[in-house]
């Protein structure tokens, strides 16, 4: 019995699936580390950004701007 196109497409899809797979070395534990740092630090920068936001002291908003600035260069040094 011949097979339609669709099975041969979905076919295709899961050798390509595989085939990427099997060539991306699995993520290491560093990666992984570094992932959650950069996360962490993502979380820390949006939070800083909502307060400067809300700030009316000027001393609070360069405080906030300094530590935004701070947050950006070590995201840049974990990317």
């Known amino acids: 019995m011949a097979r339609g196109w669709e099975s041969k497409s979905v076919e295709a899809q899961q050798e390509a699936a595989a085939t990427r797979t099997a060539a991306a070395p699995p993520p290491g534990p560093q990666d992984a580390e570094r992932r959650t740092q950069v996360t962490t630090l993502t979380l820390a920068r949006a939070r800083a950004q909502a307060e400067l936001r809300a700030a ?17 260069r070590r995201i840049a040094l974990l990317t």
């Open 56 to 72: 009316t002291a000027e001393a609070h908003r360069r405080m906030l701007e300094q530590a935004i600035a701070d947050l950006d």
